[in-house]
């Protein structure tokens, strides 16, 4: 990458209109991507990219540009730009002048890597995905196609900027999906599996059995074959662990980013301190789990990953928080929430490992409570308006419930609500969280995060069907 003392000249270069703070951010990542589609190696792509990005502050006003030009002429083209693009104020700090002075920290690696997956040839990576293949394959004879992928990413930075931070962190990354279709002959339904850590190919030597994983997908399209079309009406649902805390993650967590809340455009502002769930709701968004799909050494913007409490006991506690829109909300500092998608996003604040903590509520007496309501098993993705809380999250595997008891499956349901209330509704919690892995879009573009959560009661809600 650069050298610090090129560094130094770009971050005084771009302060040269009068930014009061500038950052630059260099990463380079190789990713991988092999997939096995109608029991053959359909595709084998890697990728290399490197680039920097260059934020700048004034203020309250942000500039941010970046480029895949890592010559000398290139960043110090892109550090003109990006000065000539905020309001003018020639100045140079005093302190600056000679050059920045950078104390270097060296971050403390929460999830170590054994097999790194550039090391490993293919040959090795198709026998596990073949072995997810065959897994889905011999699940049924209805099960008509699969399609199987495996990707890891190795993504490498440094954030350097003019208060004289320096550091840089190493992520790799590893996911399994499986992709299973089921068919009748009329009829096609489909199961997805997907789990993902932050560690090496080492993950299928620890708790991910890649035959399960093609199992456990073809299982679900074979449950939505067979299932009828749910009936909508408001009912009472208990949502499963794991992918269930989507749940909190699209209705509650993307309301409680500093991206909405120092806008004013969350239904959360002004609400710290105040009772905003139901009493039995603890809400963390935690990036230290070690291995966790989700979690950072760092954040983006060079701060150590924090266990922040959101909600404790039905309070809210905390918002998640970058740099600039502490700026915004006095009183507030950064709780490494700053991600990115890569260096041509300025980072924002984003969930990292996002759950809710357990309860005292048995899996029992939450199926037991519910007289005529639905079990949702497996969540799909959602879409949330996080200025009014407005949602809606597809059920992927779904079960009536009846006096108590888990009945037959349904298909075509949808949750849908409002954050706010969901919370409140949420009247019994469970004892046993699990994460389940997805990828996360906003501002700063996609990035890993865990979604998690015990069994949960929601008592009402409305459920969209046929």
Not at 142 to 150: D, N
Not at 194 to 206: D, I, K
Not at 248 to 253: I, V
């Amino acid at each position: 990458m650069l050298s610090r003392k090129l560094i130094s000249e770009v971050l005084l270069a771009a302060m040269s209109t009068g930014a009061d703070f500038a950052e630059v951010f260099l990463e380079r990542t190789l990713s991988k991507n092999i997939q096995i589609l109608e029991d053959r190696v359909h595709m084998a792509q890697g990728s290399d990219s490197s680039g920097m990005g260059l934020r700048l502050y004034k203020g309250l006003e942000t500039v941010y540009g970046s480029t895949g030009d890592l010559s000398r002429d290139g960043v110090l083209s892109l550090a003109g730009k990006v000065a000539g693009a905020l309001s003018q104020t020639v100045s140079t700090p005093a302190f600056c002048k000679g050059g920045l002075r950078f104390v270097e920290s060296i971050p403390f690696n929460i999830s170590p890597v054994r097999i790194v997956p550039s090391s490993v040839p293919n040959k090795d990576k198709i026998e596990i995905l073949r072995m997810a293949n065959d897994g889905a394959r011999s699940y049924d004879s209805a099960i008509s196609q699969v399609s199987v992928a495996l990707k890891d990413i190795d993504r490498s930075f440094v954030v350097a900027n003019s208060d004289g931070l320096y550091t840089g962190d190493r992520q790799i990354y590893t996911r399994l999906t499986v992709s299973s279709i089921a068919s009748s002959g009329t009829e096609n339904q489909a199961g997805f599996c997907g789990p993902g850590r932050q560690a090496g190919l080492e993950m299928f030597q620890s708790g991910i059995d890649p035959a399960w994983c093609g199992r456990e997908a073809s299982r679900i399209a074979m449950v939505n074959l067979k299932a009828v079309y749910c009936k909508g009406g408001t009912f009472p649902v208990a949502i499963e662990n794991g992918f269930g805390g989507v749940i909190f993650h699209e209705s509650t967590g993307h309301s409680l980013e500093a991206t909405q809340v120092a806008y004013g455009n969350s239904e959360f502002c002004s609400k710290l301190g105040q009772l905003v769930a139901n009493p039995k709701v603890t809400a963390i968004d935690d990036g230290t789990i070690p291995g966790a799909w989700g979690s950072v050494n760092i954040d983006d913007e060079g701060r150590p990953g924090q266990k922040n409490i959101l909600i404790e006991n039905g309070v809210l506690k905390s918002y998640m928080i970058d740099t600039f829109n502490a700026r915004r909300m006095e009183g507030l500092r950064p709780t490494g929430n700053a991600r990115r998608q890569n260096f041509q996003f300025a980072p924002t604040s984003r969930m990292t490992n996002t759950y809710i903590a357990p309860g005292n509520d048995s899996d029992e007496d939450i199926i037991g409570s519910i007289e005529n309501g639905i079990y949702c098993k497996k969540m799909g993705g959602g879409s949330v308006n996080p200025i009014t809380g407005a949602f809606n999250f597809a059920v992927c595997e779904g079960y009536m419930i009846r006096n108590g008891k888990i009945c037959e499956p349904v298909r075509g349901a949808t949750l849908i609500g409002k954050g706010s209330q969901v919370i409140k509704d949420m009247d019994m919690v469970g004892t046993k969280v699990d994460m389940g892995q997805g990828m996360c879009g906003s501002l700063s573009g996609s990035v890993p995060v865990n979604v998690g959560q015990p069994l949960i009661r929601v008592k009402k809600i409305t459920v969209g069907g046929r």
